[in-house]
């Protein structure tokens, strides 16, 4: 069994800043790349930016300049520093993981997802 359970969310006014977690569990081997994905109400899901194992980050225009994606090691927790929030930065926030278990293979996982909602 593998969770990823994301942490951090919550209200904050425009150029405000939050930083989510995600930090993983269960009988994990190794996890190679990660990520941060958001929903907003309405719309698809989109990616926000991407880490591999060795630390080399991808991120989304509408975010870059302004958050910045991190790890502790090759394993968990996942970090997303989010700064100068704007409204349309609002959406329910997902961690992503690709994940080597022992005995089980490579899979992709997902949190549950942490709302950030940024307004006034």
């Known amino acids: 069994q593998v969770q990823l359970v994301e942490s951090g969310g919550g209200l904050v006014q425009p150029g405000g800043s939050l930083r989510l977690s995600c930090a993983a569990s269960g009988s994990i081997f190794s996890i190679n790349d990660m990520g941060w994905y958001r929903q907003a109400p309405g719309k698809q899901r989109e990616l926000v930016a991407t880490?591999?194992?060795?630390?080399?980050?991808n991120y989304a225009e509408f975010v870059k300049g302004r958050f910045t994606i991190s790890r502790d090691n090759a394993k968990a927790p996942l970090y997303l520093q989010m700064n100068s929030l704007k409204p349309e930065d609002t959406a329910v926030y997902y961690c992503n993981a690709d994940i080597l278990r022992r005995l089980v293979g490579r899979d992709v996982y997902w949190g549950q997802g942490t709302q950030v909602t940024v307004s006034s």
């Open positions: 880490i591999t194992r060795d630390g080399t980050t």
